[in-house]
């Protein structure tokens, strides 16, 4: 009755490790891919004129990430968007190891399926070279965000970076690991609504 209680990490040490390893046929456990980081960050045009904003996403981004979060800076001045090199765009914050696998159990398990019409992640999310990034429209559909502290309804983008250098091994990976991708039919097609 033990292995119900296992979070994410110990599953992937205990039993996903072996998996992949008679699955890839590799003798190496260290040629099995890995999750080597998770990017969560958000995007925030507004940020240059208004610094409460800052505030306000990095409070919520440390929140669900259990860690805080950094400022991104724009790393060339572009006129067209009346943005100067150094000013503030966005907020990031890079999980690694147990925080990282934290959240991504909470992502795969709780968060995903509280998207309304959810049915599951698409393929075309992959890079070509074994990362994964997906967009989530809304930070209210992680439990721990207080309403009333909303004072925008915001997006993000989480960038799952494995070892995988190929899309096939990462969606293998990512699979083991519970992410809930939409089913594939037998044409090779992927089922409504991806």
Not at 4 to 19: C, D, R, S, V
Not at 95 to 108: D, I, N, P, S, T
Request: proline share 3%; with cysteine; charged share 25%.
């Amino acid at each position: 009755m033990q292995r119900k209680n296992m979070n994410l990490l110990e599953k992937y040490h205990q039993e996903i490790i072996p998996q992949l390893q008679k699955e890839m046929g590799v003798s190496s456990v260290m040629a099995v891919p890995r999750v080597v980081k998770v990017v969560i960050n958000v995007g925030l045009k507004e940020a240059k004129d208004d610094k409460k904003v800052l505030e306000t996403v990095g409070a919520w981004l440390a929140v669900i990430s259990g860690q805080k979060a950094k400022i991104c800076r724009a790393k060339k001045s572009i006129a067209g968007f009346k943005l100067g090199k150094g000013q503030p765009i966005g907020m990031a914050v890079t999980l690694r190891g147990k925080r990282a696998f934290a959240f991504l159990e909470k992502l795969f398990s709780i968060v995903l399926p509280r998207v309304r019409d959810f049915s599951g992640l698409s393929l075309s999310g992959f890079d070509g070279q074994g990362n994964y990034s997906l967009g989530i429209s809304e930070q209210t559909v992680f439990s721990e965000i207080d309403f009333s502290k909303i004072d925008k309804v915001r997006g993000l983008q989480v960038t799952i970076v494995s070892s995988a250098k190929d899309d096939q091994k990462a969606k293998l990976l990512l699979t083991k690991l519970g992410m809930p991708f939409v089913k594939e039919l037998k044409d090779g097609q992927q089922s409504k609504n991806n």
